[in-house]
């Protein structure tokens, strides 16, 4: 067995005297057995040094503008942002083909790295930088001096802020339902406590519209799912309509639908 050595011809185990924290978890096993501990977890987390993660659920109540007078514990509620303007919803296809013009979409964040002209530039200027298919739009931004390297991250916008309620740890569920009727989980990320806020962005990815498309126009991509059978990669067609504020080179978001993929 793992972790067990065996002994030599002629070694002798000495017994070792336990520990202090092991005899404490004895006692709080002990405790369960007979009772006289009310809560069975308190003695698996005696005993084994870590937190149980069961029934750490917490479920909120789902808030908007239209809506702000729910409360959940301790005030903690879901607020509802409002869906992004400028996003698209993708749509599955059987195959590429037709007249959509096929694209290239990266999963969230992506990251792009550019370095500033030598020369000023007026504000709101926009530059044509070299990408992973073509080249992107980018605005530069106001107060960066020339030649410097910056950075850039497109993501989509949160739907969702979620306020920890009282008591809830990092890995706990928060649990609430859509507008749609939807229950949707959301674990809560390291290192936030009671308070702290993180947002919630949908499941999407960043398509970038192609040279011969425009606004109006849809666009077809290929999203590549890991989560298939072991040793292969599923993949699916998927369709998303161009925003009216795109042209070539640009990114924009395409909000995603529930795992469905093919071969």
Request: proline share 14%.
């Amino acid at each position: 067995q793992a972790g067990l050595v065996p002994l030599r011809r002629g070694d002798s185990a000495t017994p070792r005297k336990p520990t202090a924290a092991a005899m404490e978890g004895v006692k709080a096993a002990c405790q369960a057995v007979t009772g006289k501990m009310p809560n069975p977890e308190e003695a698996c987390e005696a005993l084994t040094g870590k937190e149980s993660n069961s029934d750490k659920d917490v479920y909120l109540p789902l808030v908007s503008d239209g809506n702000p007078t729910k409360t959940g514990t301790g005030g903690a509620v879901v607020r509802y942002l409002g869906r992004d303007p400028g996003a698209s919803s993708a749509e599955p296809v059987d195959s590429k083909g037709g007249e959509d013009i096929e694209t290239v979409a990266l999963p969230p964040p992506v990251q792009i790295e550019i370095t500033t002209p030598r020369e000023p530039w007026e504000p709101g200027t926009i530059a044509n930088v070299p990408g992973p298919d073509g080249f992107i739009r980018v605005a530069l931004p106001d107060g960066v001096p020339p030649n410097t390297p910056i950075q850039f991250k497109l993501s989509p916008k949160p739907e969702y802020i979620i306020t920890v309620p009282p008591g809830a740890k990092p890995g706990w569920t928060i649990k609430f339902e859509k507008e749609s009727g939807e229950q949707v989980a959301v674990a809560v990320p390291p290192g936030l406590g009671p308070g702290d806020s993180f947002e919630v962005k949908p499941p999407a990815m960043m398509v970038r519209v192609p040279e011969g498309a425009e606004a109006g126009k849809f666009v077809i991509f290929r999203h590549r799912n890991p989560q298939g059978p072991p040793g292969r990669v599923m993949a699916a067609f998927y369709r998303a309509q161009v925003p009216s504020h795109c042209q070539p080179g640009d990114f924009f978001t395409a909000v995603m639908p529930k795992a469905n993929a093919v071969e």
